[in-house]
């Protein structure tokens, strides 16, 4: 049985997202909004996040991302805000 009033971000992050700290900043800004899920590196360059919490937590994490504040350079982001299919109880960074 899922949470209905939980939800999903999906992300995939383009630009100059590797080795500058994005995954790490990410971490850290996911963790002071109460998000769960996981961020990791992608061969092709990108970083993937998902993160699970209340409409306004990702709402603002997607803010977050699109900031000037973030580490590197983001040129553009895939996004997708749906419904969970599996549940996740802490925030990551996958390796």
């Known amino acids: 049985m ?4 939980l939800e999903e971000l999906h992300a995939v992050v383009h630009g100059h997202v590797q080795g500058v700290g994005f995954r790490f ?3 850290r800004q996911a963790a002071q909004l109460g998000l769960v899920g996981w961020v990791a590196n992608r061969s092709n360059g990108t970083v993937e996040i998902l993160a699970q919490g209340t409409h306004e937590q990702v709402v603002e994490l997607l ?4 900031s000037p504040m973030t580490p590197g350079a983001v040129e553009f982001l ?15 960074i996958s390796y």
């Open 78 to 92: 895939d996004r997708e805000i749906r419904t969970p299919t599996q549940r996740y109880h802490s925030f990551d």
């Open 25 to 27: 900043w990410t971490e």
């Open 2 to 5: 899922t949470d209905t009033s």
């Open 63 to 66: 803010r977050k991302l699109k």
